[in-house]
């Protein structure tokens, strides 16, 4: 029995009550959950809902629970019920109810885990959004990591997502860049407000591949050949490096065409037909102070320029008007000061920012070696690029490493630990599971043992304390990924991964599933087989929502 499916029985058996008493059976929830107790001496299972609902009856809690706990205790599947405190309500299941879960599990396969609680939310999810004017640095890594891993958990509960990167290719860093690539070209030393690095002699040596000519040119149309080559090829490169951290976008959206189509006029018009734009000084202004701003955003220079803030008023519009109903943006550490006046811009429009935008901030990230910050790349010469954590930890270790903690926590990757293995690498102790199950299925095939039929499967037969633990353990896995969904924490299934791990472990090392030597196969060892197996579906679903392979041999 899941979770789900007792939480199910615990509302059916409330509607019995409250037939039985003629109570306003109008106050029941349309749906109720059940949790784990944090003492397991407490039983299996706990539900508040008699606290929750004797005020809306007017019945005292533990009257109601006592109630509860008589209709509930004959339900099929149920051992014991226990009244706790005030109204809490404790539940035992039974081994074969328990047990059946190890076949819900492996029958399910990929869904289990999988939900509808974020149907109908259609989410444009922007991460990394990196400028083209270098590698991508760690603290962008992070945000691969962690926004590729949200955008399949919000999937994973229902939600329709579209991801994306915000190619920003207009603007003066883009003129540094290309006065940058020309300077190298030239062998002349990178301009002081410039860019520089290896990477930036590779790209120029690229361009001059492209256009062997472009030294030739008057230095403002070589300049300008730079610009539309050179950003090209630092693109083509992020979009390669990114690819091969197991990170696709589903749109990359250039800034350049903003403009060329029009598109800031479009927002100006908007925010003017919602009557929040002025002039003042030969400037245009939003007055994103009447939504909490600290003061109000220029849109237009009194030169005719268009700002920054601008563009990123007509890019959200461009969100909405492709049907986005929730814009979730996710931004470094830098950005705090970014969301006063988005959260106003979108009020601007007329929207309720609290429904409609959303964003995240991430805290920095260093790679440590030997103790000491790594501080910067052979390639970039100023930041640890994407390569250089790859390079240093490996694909899987760096997206666990990433998305294992909050976000909004400053993290230090070390490279020592991430590499080790051993117990204490979190990677390595799931991984080693997600093996260690496989290498149990192997084993068992060439001694003859298989699951067999699950009409024949005996789910009373895991009642060993451990074999007990490890499957609420696995019912745990929905919830988990539902809360990781909704509450923008994919290092909730981290450490619910690992968890389940140390759980496996001590089922493995107390109860044993293969026979030994000449021993005949049981009951027992196929019902084991069932639940070894059904660890293996969790451990890998839960390490695909996070982007990290699941191994069948380490």
Known sequence: MTPAELAEVVLSAAHAVFTERGLDRSALPER????????????????????????????????????????????PGVKSVEIAGPGFLNIRLDAAAAGQLARVIVEAGEEYGRSDRLAGQRMNLEFVSANPTGPVHIGGVRWAAVGD????????????????????????????FARSLLAAAKGEPAPEDGYA??????????????????????????????????????????KSSLRGFGVEFDTYFNEKDLHDRGELDLALQRLREQGRVFESDGATWLRTTDFGDDKDRVLRKSNGEWTYFAADCAYYLDKRERGFDRVVIMLGADHHGYIGRMKAMAACFGDDPERSLEILIGQLVNLVRDGAPVRMSKRAGTVVTLEDLVDAIGVDAARYALARYSSDSPIDIDVELWTRATR?????????????????????????????????????????EKENELLKALAEF??????????RGPH??????????????RFYDECRILPRGDEEITDLHRARLWLNDATRTVIANGLRLLGVSAPERM
């Open 32 to 75: 109720t959950v059940v949790e784990r107790p944090r003492n397991p001496e407490h039983g299996d299972y706990a539900s508040t809902l008699a606290l929750q609902l004797s005020k809306k009856v007017g019945v005292a809690p533990r009257e109601l629970a006592t109630a509860l706990a008589d209709q509930l205790g004959r339900a």
């Open 149 to 176: 891993a949200l955008s399949r958990l919000l999937r994973a509960t229902g939600a329709e997502v579209g991801t994306e990167y915000y190619f920003n290719d207009a603007g003066s860093q883009i003129d540094r």
């Open 197 to 238: 690095g290896a990477y930036i002699n590779e790209i120029a040596d690229a361009v001059r591949g492209i256009r062997p000519d472009v030294l030739e040119l008057d230095d403002a149309a070589a300049q300008e050949v730079f610009r539309v080559e050179g950003v090209q090829l630092m693109f083509a490169e992020i």
């Open 424 to 464: 204490d690498n979190p990677v390595y102790y799931v991984q080693y599971v997600a093996a260690r199950t496989a290498s149990v299925g192997r084993n068992a095939a060439e001694v003859g043992l298989t699951r067999g039929d699950a009409e024949a499967f005996r789910p009373e037969l895991l009642g060993h």
């Open 478 to 487: 929905p919830a988990v990924v539902a809360a990781a969904a909704e509450l």
């Open 492 to 505: 909730r299934v981290a450490r619910y991964l690992e968890e389940l791990a140390g759980a496996y472990h």
